[in-house]
């Protein structure tokens, strides 16, 4: 076998081909004829020294040698393909594409939007609300707003936010019908199970327990998503014990109250993440000056409450 590459546009073919398992269809993709696919599969065959595929009536399936040749030559492609992409990108300075959770997405970014695209009305702006873990090297995004402990945010570019705190919040109804820590006992109470990962564990136990009360919940409304429970708590469902993130403009707005003024602080934070050296590029330092500089307009919220961290308080 002649250990010299064969041409690109040949192996471009097979790998079209072995993925769809059909000329015709990686013909279409490429947009070449199928006879011009036959061809270059054709010419891979003969540098190979054997068949790739087995032709049958309506289909073909791969050789032995086809078989082994496939994954090598996809990964392959696929490198390539990222690499391109990758530096497309870092030529790009009017596109930035961002992703966070569903949660921080509609209870904190989406309504401030329109401030940054104010300011920086070049740049064209793209979300994607998920919590899914992006591979930020070979995926279509620059910037990653996780909550947690950053453990695997090695290799990246990690700018902490500061830490969260989470205090029981209301609607304004309800607040006159629960006016004391010990009257939450009686209260609907709602979880948010979005932080159940939190080590200490950072939930109504403990906040009671912050407040001098020796109290575990044993029922309750359950919500998967910190929005949601949010949300139920706006609605009048219940009492929230609830992120800053998630609250600061209910609270700042009037749909949220928050009477007690016992906060507990996780360890957990948000970070912001793109790749070691993207944070020079000036959309994505726009955006990460623009993202601390709101958090900072709401800092003195927190000045209302005696905020106490979780490890003074968590269970030994």
Known sequence: MIDRLPPLTALRAFEAAARHMSFAKAAEEL?????ALSFQIKSL?????????????????????GRALSPGISDGFQILTDTWRSVRRMQDNTTLTVTAGPALTAKWLAP???DFARKHPTIDLR???????????????????????????EGLYSF????????PVMSPELSERYTTPESLIEAPLIFDDSIAFLRPPVDWPVWFRAVGISFTPTHGTHFSN????????????GVALAR????????????????????????????????????????????????MAEID????????????????????
């Open 244 to 291: 800053r993130a998630m609250i600061i403009k209910d609270l700042e707005e009037g749909r949220l109250v928050a009477p007690f003024k016992t906060a507990i602080e996780s360890q957990g934070r948000f970070r912001f993440l793109c790749l070691k050296g993207a944070e020079t590029r000036p959309q994505i330092a726009a955006f990460r000056d623009w993202f």
């Open 226 to 237: 910190a929005d949601h429970a949010v949300d139920a708590a706006v609605a009048g469902a």
């Open 112 to 114: 401030r939007l329109y």
């Open 297 to 316: 307009k709401t800092a003195h919220i927190s000045d209302a409450f005696t905020i106490i961290p979780i490890e003074e308080i968590a269970p030994q």
């Open 45 to 65: 065959e003969e540098h190979v020294g054997q068949p790739l595929f087995r032709r049958l009536n309506r289909a073909v399936e791969l050789t032995e040698i």
């Open 31 to 35: 947009n070449v004829t199928p006879a």
């Open 127 to 153: 979300f994607s609300a998920t919590l899914r873990v992006m591979d930020l090297a070979r995926e279509d995004v620059d910037v990653a707003i996780r909550f947690g402990y950053g453990l695997d945010d």
């Open 160 to 167: 902490p936010v500061r830490k969260e705190w989470l205090t």
